[in-house]
């Protein structure tokens, strides 16, 4: 039977099951009516069927085609572990070190916006009492990605280095702050809060301030906001949440130039609530409804909610707790939470928790999964199974995975949430009789269950093939699978900053192929790459066809480029880890695996297309 003469509702059905692009476009080829339905509707199912964790939004120049292009080739890279790191010229900071001769370097806070419909990125970052902020446009769109620089000078607009370092940086839209229409909402360690607008020529000027809390007869130390801990903001509702240091407080954003924004509402957090120190503390929005996720040093008050609207906060009430977890992981270290790490989930991976699920890192080395609201399914926690006892200030939800960075190094780990996954890029490579290789690294998982069963039916039985093959059924298992960690740190250690920590990881978008690394000192681009092209040579390994950036140097206008304006691939040796789920004996020794390091004196020859991993890290034994 032709699939041609059925009716759009059962051909809907047949691409859902698709699992590789290859068949979507096949689909299209068979006729005139087959191919409008794929380019009308086929194309829309399969990115919804296969990246279900994603927010997908389409744009007039790129459609869902595209968008699946895109998707199918940053799952091929993410899964296979080609990502670049980058360090984001260093002019910038020898400028402020030299003229506010700090003693010590800035922790880079950093966000990232992605304008789908015209390609321009903007990357802003808070460097000591300074913002600085990077613009430019995807490669497809201007065949190269010139890069305009701006910067705003907190020396000359009155901020002291040090108390006034900015500690939180958001991007927001704002359609009357400067040509871009968006505007940097800059908090400062002080509790002073401003929204900046980029302006021609790369300067920045204040364009709306936030004003703190009118003075509380009862408190006196209120009236000032004294410190200022995090920002976070709603697009959708527009508001603006600051975790200062009494209270959480909340600010509509401004329609207009020149505004001073007072408080619309207040949540009190200091010692009526708690008995001890609750600070630092972090509130931080889940998903686009009223709902404030506030993490506290509290143990006692570890995780709380309240949902947030213009008129007020509801109380404040302690997030579910899942007894099967509790009784797993009982109290000790794992009672602290890094308040700072919060980070909710805007789409989990099928229904169920939308909007209420939030991962948080803690002090005895996990991270956690949880419904904030009702224990669920999807608690879950996880935890590097080599490195048990690193500390993670930064998270970064990314799909199906998550980004996880640390306290005591420039490590950048990559955790499977090991949901139900979607897709798989080993479907559209040939069967085959071998293992997936090289052999995956599992300090923890047996390896009896690599083999066990035969639950997975391949559908794409090779020539001669009468049987499921053993290397896609192999290739889809957890086993094969294993989390990676990225060591970074000794090629950013350079003078004033011997060890680098990373404190901040931002992405534009969730279809961006990049994201940000807001480091001691400096920040790091990551970027998805595929060295298929002939050479590991990052500078030249192919980029998202849509929505990758090019390596060239930055010429650009502005105010940065000078010397050091070059971009800096660096070292970024990896480390194959395991499943990365905390298991309570996870503290025993173990062996420790091979570290691949980047080579690039590798020859094309040598280099195996089914080999699990990007060939910048392929090695001889593979
Ligand atoms: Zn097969």
Redesign the pocket.
Known sequence: MSLGVLVDELLILVVAHFDRAQEVAHLGQACRRLHHFVETEGWKIFARARFPALTLTTTATVGWAALSESLTWQSRCWDRRGLAFMRLPLARFQAYQASHRASRPFHAVVDAHLRLDSGQELVAWGAGGDVVARSRQTASRSGSSKADWARFDGTSAGYQAGPDDVVSLKIVEAPFAGADGLGLVAGRASGNISMLSILPGGNMKAVATFAPLPRDEDRPARGKQGKLYSLDVSARNRLLVASTAYDVVLYALPQEKAAEMLPSASLDMDNRHFQADFRPHCAKWMGDGDLLAVATAHPARAISFTRATPSGFSALMPAAKNADLEARFPSGGSRHVYAHSIQPLDKPSSTGGIGSLLLSAWRDGTIRLQDVRTSSDYDMVYQDNINTLARYGSLLPRGESFVAAGLEDATIKIFDFRWTKHYYHTESLA??HEEPFPRAYQPFLPRRDARQGGDYP?A???EGLRA??H??KLSRRLYFRPNCSFYLTKSLTYPGASSPNVWSLAKSADVAPNFYIGITGGVVEASLRSATDGSVDPAVASVDPHFGFTNKPYPGKGLLPRSGSQVEFLDAPLLETGDGLAAPDNHRNIRLPALRQLDYTWTKDLWLPRNRLDQAYQMEID
Do not use: D
């Open positions: 069967c085959g391949c794409y039985y090779g499921p093959c290397w896609h």
